[in-house]
């Protein structure tokens, strides 16, 4: 059974930090897991994301 994400409808997708590998669901443990991720794609550039984010929060941070 496919896990779902969100509403239920749509696939979620998960990053293995460990491997760089994208897995529908969670096949893989907590420890080595990004997501959910609406999309294979998305799941794919997780890290990209997460740095971005950083990137903002610290730009947030030193504003303060």
Same mark, same amino acid.
């Given at each position: %059974?496919? &896990?779902?994400? @969100? #509403?239920?409808?749509?696939? $979620?997708?998960?990053?293995? *930090?460990?491997?760089?590998? *994208?897995?529908? @669901?969670? #096949?893989?443990?907590?420890?080595? =897991? %990004?997501?959910?991720?609406? #999309? =294979?794609?998305? $799941?794919?550039? $997780?890290? &990209?994301? /997460?740095? /971005?984010?950083? =990137?903002?929060?610290?730009?947030?941070? /030193? /504003?303060?």
């Amino acid at each position: %059974m496919t &896990e779902r994400h @969100g #509403t239920g409808e749509e696939p $979620a997708f998960y990053y293995d *930090v460990s491997t760089g590998e *994208v897995h529908e @669901g969670k #096949t893989i443990g907590w420890e080595n =897991r %990004m997501g959910p991720y609406p #999309t =294979r794609d998305a $799941a794919a550039h $997780a890290l &990209e994301l /997460a740095r /971005a984010r950083t =990137r903002a929060w610290d730009k947030e941070d /030193a /504003a303060d």
